[in-house]
């Protein structure tokens, strides 16, 4: 009789504590893979956020002297070069509200690099094309890429943490 309660016991345990091990471990391993996931895709969004504006800023540090250029020798091109001017401040300024959406202003490396991004886009407005700030423009560029860099590496990182951690669970 007490091999048919204990065993009765074991079983009514296992009905009841294997699902319940069984939903905390599908819990903690769902929770685990949306963490990595949302931090892994901010990271590849912040990285085509960050090409996209130094893609732009370059493309203008090109084509502005050439547009300018090309307005002075041809005036029947103003409309169209003025035209193209303003696309390219249009894509500048979209490219730098989606940074803006992907950096926090309390993290000292993604503040640096908004700060480098509102110091170009100051140039890019002043519509300065000298080779003082051409070099400016350059070495803000660097800053961004450095800092970036910075922000991958530590991010990446915490990832790989991240999954050490859930790796002994």
């Known amino acids: 009789m007490t091999i048919q309660i204990i065993s009765l016991i074991i079983a009514l345990l296992a009905v009841i504590v294997g699902p319940i091990i069984t939903y905390k471990i599908t819990k ?6 949306f963490r990595t996931m949302t931090q892994s895709n901010w990271l590849t969004k912040l990285e085509d956020a960050i090409l996209t504006f130094l893609t732009n800023s370059e493309q203008w540090i090109g084509k502005y002297p050439q547009l300018v250029e090309s307005a002075k020798e041809d005036p029947s091109k103003i409309d169209e070069n003025n035209k193209e001017i303003d696309r390219l401040f249009d894509v500048i300024s979209a490219s730098i509200i989606k940074l803006q959406l992907f950096l926090d202003d309390q993290k000292s490396d993604q503040k640096s690099i908004m700060g480098s991004v509102v110091k170009i886009k100051e140039i890019i407005n002043s519509k ?6 051409i070099n400016k423009i350059r070495t803000l560029h660097d800053s961004v890429i450095d800092n970036a860099k910075k922000i991958f590496k530590e991010e990446r990182k915490k990832l790989t ?4 951690k859930e790796e002994k669970i």
Request: no cysteine; aromatic share 18%.
């Open 128 to 133: 300065a094309f000298d080779e003082e700030s």
């Open 161 to 164: 943490t991240t999954f050490r």
């Open 28 to 33: 903690s391993n769902l929770e685990f893979q």
